[in-house]
Protein backbone atom coordinates (compact mmCIF):
# COMPACT_ATOMS: atom_id res chain seq x y z
CA UNK A 1 0.00 0.00 0.00
CA UNK A 2 1.48 3.61 -1.36
CA UNK A 3 1.89 6.02 1.35
CA UNK A 4 0.04 9.70 0.14
CA UNK A 5 1.87 12.60 0.50
CA UNK A 6 0.02 15.51 2.19
CA UNK A 7 -0.05 18.68 0.06
CA UNK A 8 -1.47 21.81 1.62
CA UNK A 9 -3.98 23.80 -1.09
CA UNK A 10 -4.01 27.56 -0.64
CA UNK A 11 -7.75 28.00 -0.91
CA UNK A 12 -8.11 31.68 -1.15
CA UNK A 13 -10.91 31.99 1.93
CA UNK A 14 -8.07 30.55 4.00
CA UNK A 15 -5.00 31.68 2.47
CA UNK A 16 -3.33 34.18 4.89
CA UNK A 17 -1.78 36.27 1.77
CA UNK A 18 -4.58 36.23 -0.06
CA UNK A 19 -6.34 38.84 2.18
CA UNK A 20 -3.74 41.48 1.38
CA UNK A 21 -3.33 43.17 -1.89
CA UNK A 22 0.09 42.76 -3.55
CA UNK A 23 0.78 46.53 -3.29
CA UNK A 24 0.32 46.51 0.44
CA UNK A 25 2.13 43.50 0.76
CA UNK A 26 4.97 45.03 -1.01
CA UNK A 27 4.74 47.94 0.97
CA UNK A 28 5.17 46.22 4.49
CA UNK A 29 8.48 44.43 3.11
CA UNK A 30 9.95 47.71 2.00
CA UNK A 31 9.18 49.54 5.14
CA UNK A 32 11.19 46.36 7.34
CA UNK A 33 14.48 46.83 5.36
CA UNK A 34 16.80 49.41 7.24
CA UNK A 35 20.05 48.30 5.38
CA UNK A 36 19.77 51.11 2.40
CA UNK A 37 22.77 53.40 1.86
CA UNK A 38 25.05 52.08 4.15
CA UNK A 39 27.36 51.41 1.72
CA UNK A 40 27.63 55.21 0.93
CA UNK A 41 27.90 56.67 4.12
CA UNK A 42 31.57 58.25 4.74
CA UNK A 43 30.72 58.78 8.32
CA UNK A 44 30.37 55.28 9.21
CA UNK A 45 33.24 54.05 7.41
CA UNK A 46 35.40 56.30 9.24
CA UNK A 47 33.71 55.53 12.81
CA UNK A 48 34.28 51.95 12.06
CA UNK A 49 37.99 53.06 10.68
CA UNK A 50 38.79 54.93 14.47
CA UNK A 51 37.03 51.75 16.30
CA UNK A 52 39.13 49.24 14.55
CA UNK A 53 42.61 51.63 15.23
CA UNK A 54 41.74 51.90 19.28
CA UNK A 55 41.88 48.01 19.04
CA UNK A 56 38.44 47.50 20.43
CA UNK A 57 36.72 43.61 19.89
CA UNK A 58 33.53 43.41 17.56
CA UNK A 59 31.21 43.26 20.12
CA UNK A 60 32.19 46.60 21.33
CA UNK A 61 32.35 48.01 17.87
CA UNK A 62 28.64 46.39 17.26
CA UNK A 63 27.23 47.82 20.65
CA UNK A 64 29.20 51.65 19.44
CA UNK A 65 27.01 51.55 16.32
CA UNK A 66 24.16 50.41 17.19
CA UNK A 67 23.39 53.31 19.56
CA UNK A 68 25.08 56.04 16.75
CA UNK A 69 23.57 54.14 13.23
CA UNK A 70 20.23 52.70 14.39
CA UNK A 71 19.28 53.11 11.31
CA UNK A 72 20.99 50.24 10.19
CA UNK A 73 20.19 46.58 11.16
CA UNK A 74 23.88 45.21 12.92
CA UNK A 75 25.28 42.15 14.10
CA UNK A 76 28.55 40.48 14.40
CA UNK A 77 28.83 38.84 10.95
CA UNK A 78 26.97 42.17 9.45
CA UNK A 79 30.08 43.97 11.25
CA UNK A 80 32.20 41.77 9.32
CA UNK A 81 30.59 41.95 5.74
CA UNK A 82 30.66 45.95 6.43
CA UNK A 83 34.52 45.84 7.73
CA UNK A 84 35.37 43.75 4.32
CA UNK A 85 33.06 46.14 1.94
CA UNK A 86 35.16 49.12 3.43
CA UNK A 87 38.67 47.47 3.18
CA UNK A 88 39.05 47.76 6.98
CA UNK A 89 41.40 45.31 9.06
CA UNK A 90 42.65 44.97 12.17
CA UNK A 91 46.18 43.49 11.21
CA UNK A 92 47.88 44.77 8.25
CA UNK A 93 50.92 42.59 6.88
CA UNK A 94 52.36 44.73 4.14
CA UNK A 95 54.27 46.71 7.32
CA UNK A 96 57.28 47.52 7.04
CA UNK A 97 59.53 46.00 9.53
CA UNK A 98 61.99 48.70 10.06
CA UNK A 99 59.16 50.78 11.28
CA UNK A 100 57.99 48.11 13.62
CA UNK A 101 61.39 47.52 14.46
CA UNK A 102 61.99 51.44 15.34
CA UNK A 103 58.40 50.96 17.33
CA UNK A 104 60.04 48.07 19.51
CA UNK A 105 62.99 49.91 20.29
CA UNK A 106 61.82 53.11 21.36
CA UNK A 107 59.40 50.96 23.27
CA UNK A 108 61.91 48.90 24.67
CA UNK A 109 63.75 52.08 26.28
CA UNK A 110 62.83 53.34 29.69
CA UNK A 111 59.35 52.84 30.22
CA UNK A 112 58.80 50.23 27.60
CA UNK A 113 61.12 47.48 29.08
CA UNK A 114 58.87 46.55 32.06
CA UNK A 115 56.04 45.53 29.39
CA UNK A 116 54.61 42.18 28.94
CA UNK A 117 54.54 40.95 25.18
CA UNK A 118 50.84 41.61 24.93
CA UNK A 119 50.74 45.06 26.51
CA UNK A 120 53.70 45.59 23.74
CA UNK A 121 51.98 44.51 21.30
CA UNK A 122 48.67 46.60 21.95
CA UNK A 123 51.39 49.81 22.59
CA UNK A 124 53.05 49.13 19.30
CA UNK A 125 49.23 48.93 17.73
CA UNK A 126 47.54 51.69 19.17
CA UNK A 127 50.20 54.28 19.79
CA UNK A 128 52.60 53.96 17.13
CA UNK A 129 49.72 52.92 15.05
CA UNK A 130 50.82 49.97 13.47
CA UNK A 131 48.54 46.60 12.55
CA UNK A 132 50.92 44.14 12.93
CA UNK A 133 50.68 40.55 14.25
CA UNK A 134 51.82 39.75 17.28
CA UNK A 135 54.32 37.22 16.14
CA UNK A 136 56.05 39.99 14.21
CA UNK A 137 56.27 41.88 17.77
CA UNK A 138 58.11 38.65 19.51
CA UNK A 139 60.64 38.05 16.57
CA UNK A 140 62.89 41.00 17.47
CA UNK A 141 65.62 39.83 19.75
CA UNK A 142 66.30 42.84 21.30
CA UNK A 143 63.21 42.39 22.87
CA UNK A 144 64.28 38.96 23.93
CA UNK A 145 67.73 39.69 25.06
CA UNK A 146 66.52 42.94 26.99
CA UNK A 147 63.96 40.41 28.93
CA UNK A 148 66.19 37.76 29.88
CA UNK A 149 68.49 40.15 31.70
Not at 124 to 141: D, S
Request: glycine share 2%; with cysteine; hydrophobic share 35%.
Amino acid sequence: MAKQRHRPQCIESKCMISNYPPESLLFKMAATIRNSGWEEDIELENDLKEQVSRNLRQSEIVDFVRVKYPMYSWSLRTLSRRLHHFGIRYTDYSVDMDEVREAVEKEMKWPGRLLGYRSLHKKVREVHELKVPRNLVYQFPSMRLRRSK
